[in-house]
């Protein structure tokens, strides 16, 4: 074989193998956007399944403080007319303290629930970004 026909050998392989190699990253480079893509998708589900975690959260927490209120209002009217009615000083100061009393409890019980309702609220709003993220640190070990 004389020299120009190695050289043109040579140029040919090199040529072939940029090709080649070329190829292998575009492949590489279409696949790891494919890639983002997905996580990007599942990232985006999972803000939705949040912020949607997070309104009905709001809805259940709006609507209980709105009952409370409706029945804090319910009950004020009715020892306003127990008192109007009383017929000592004694029955006065009796149905106040029981009203207090009743009011104090139901404010604590109502309180306790609404931050039970807030915490699982919470919970539940931030459960699918934890999945991402978990999703993500698994993705991030296993590459390097």
Not at 68 to 75: G, L, M, N, T, W
Request: charged share 25%.
């Amino acid at each position: 074989m004389d020299a120009t026909t190695e050289a043109a050998k040579t140029a040919h392989d090199y040529f072939y193998a940029g090709n080649a190699a070329f190829k292998d990253s575009i492949e590489k480079s279409i696949a790891a956007l494919y890639e983002i893509n997905a996580h990007s998708k599942k990232n985006l589900e999972a803000m939705i399944a949040s912020m949607t975690a997070a309104a009905k959260g709001a809805e259940t927490v709006g609507a209980r403080a709105i009952a409370f209120s409706k029945k804090s209002v319910e009950d004020q009217l009715a020892a306003g007319k127990a008192l109007a009615s009383a017929k000592s000083v004694q029955e006065v100061v009796e149905l106040q303290t029981n009203y207090a009393k009743t009011a104090l409890e139901s404010l604590v019980t109502e309180v306790n629930e609404i931050a039970g309702a807030v915490s699982g609220s919470v919970k539940d709003a931030m459960s699918p970004i934890n999945e991402r993220v978990t999703a993500m640190v698994e993705r991030v070990q296993t590459v390097r």
